[in-house]
């Protein structure tokens, strides 16, 4: 069986979780939500996953459907003393990204006057400076990965260096997936770097789609494609209704 672009996607947002142990997995969009619910089925069992509201679920549902099995309750105050302790790895979105993992997803252009409205700061400060912060990109440009970000909401490398010690005593960003590529951020100075290209994507392609000079290695890796039994997971018990294509087109 032959995996498609949002497969290897969803295979590359579950390997975010691989090793985290017993930690909430709070996956934001249909790839994460469906990596998230992989990775507990495989190779992560001690995830705990919610319905997206107030329930710790047991069993893994198709996307769309109701839990089956509740394991537990999760209020919000419950939900942000996890937030704080560090029990908590969250796969945002970014409108814009940098090279050293500053998102944005509050404005565009000029915070006095900006251009566009987006969704504002929310919870991104808190998620970043307090656990892991992953973020999965559905559409890899140069106007989303960006010299510099119009307004910084997640906090990068460099704004954490900057702050001092209470800022990046539990700073880390694992993992940035986007329908081209794999990328992290594991350099000496702390700045984005290829992890792996998906299948048929090319250096010079994603050296275009980048808003900035990206070194892409000689020698870098393909994407880990799905197991069979990966994708029988995804194909006939996560996302049977085939949603993930609606994100990541074929």
């Not at 107030?54 to 069993?59: E, G, I, N, P, Q």
């Not at 998906?198 to 799905?226: I, K, M, N, S, Y």
Request: one cysteine or more.
């Amino acid at each position: 069986m032959k995996a498609g672009r949002a497969e290897m996607c969803a295979v590359a947002c579950a390997e975010a979780w691989r090793g985290d142990g017993e930690i909430l997995a709070s996956p934001m969009g249909v790839l994460p939500t469906i990596g998230a619910r992989l990775a507990k089925l495989t190779f992560s069992p001690d995830l705990l996953l919610t319905d997206g509201e107030a329930l710790l679920t047991a069993d893994v549902p198709a996307l769309a459907a109701r839990a089956g099995v509740v394991e537990g309750w999760l209020p919000y105050r419950r939900h942000l003393a996890l937030v704080t302790g560090g029990r908590r790895h969250v796969m945002m979105g970014a409108s814009q990204l940098d090279r050293h993992g500053n998102q944005n997803i509050s404005c565009i252009g000029d915070w006095k006057q900006p251009s566009r409205q987006l969704l504002g700061v929310r919870g991104a400060p808190a998620n970043t400076l307090n656990h892991p912060t992953s973020y999965w990109i559905p559409r890899h440009s140069p106007r989303v990965l960006v010299e510099r970000v119009d307004m910084v909401c997640g906090v990068g490398y460099d704004r954490a260096a900057a702050a001092g010690p209470s800022a990046t005593r539990f700073h880390r960003i694992p993992r940035v997936v986007t329908d081209l590529a794999v990328l992290d951020f594991e350099t000496p100075d702390r700045t984005m770097r290829v992890r792996s290209l998906h299948p048929g994507v090319t250096a010079a392609e994603l050296r275009a789609a980048t808003g900035f000079a990206l070194r892409v290695p000689d020698d870098v890796p393909a994407t880990r494609a799905p197991t069979a039994e990966e994708l029988r997971l995804i194909r006939g018990v996560i996302d049977p209704a085939g949603l993930r294509e609606r994100e990541v087109r074929p």
